[in-house]
């Protein structure tokens, strides 16, 4: 069983950068790929980036590519995300993942899921 505690969230204004970090515990994230999500109120849990094992691949929704960047450090059982020139549209709250591929975690089969944390891109 894989403990996911995702920190980070808050408020800022449009333009603005956020990083959000995903602490695992209890096992070792090294086997897993990782993979962020979000869910804005009253819409369902959408995909916005995967990175594999290795860090070697990467895969993104295309509303976010070229302003978020997903990254994992297995030394310190944690993965991030960097989200630069946040929009309105933005705002949601951000859960991370773990899963066997990411191709799975694409489709939005995990194994893990963490609690959430709350973003909030003000205009």
């Known amino acids: 069983q894989v403990q996911l505690v995702e920190s980070g969230g808050g408020l800022v204004q449009a333009g603005g950068s956020l990083r959000l970090s995903c602490a695992a515990s209890?096992?070792?994230?090294?086997?897993?790929?990782m993979a962020w999500f979000r869910q804005a109120p009253g819409k369902e849990r959408d995909f916005v980036a995967a990175i594999n094992w290795s860090g070697g691949g990467r895969d993104y929704a295309d509303s976010v590519k070229g302003r978020f960047t997903i990254s994992r450090d297995n030394a310190k059982n944690a993965a991030y995300l960097q989200m630069n020139s946040l929009k309105p549209e933005d705002t949601a709250v951000y859960y991370c993942?773990?899963?066997?591929?990411?191709?799975?975690?694409?489709?939005?089969?995990?194994?893990?899921w963490g609690q959430g944390t709350q973003v909030t891109v003000s205009s």
């Open positions: 209890r096992r070792t994230i090294s086997p897993y790929a």
């Open positions: 993942a773990a899963g066997l591929a990411v191709g799975r975690l694409r489709n939005g089969v995990p194994e893990y």
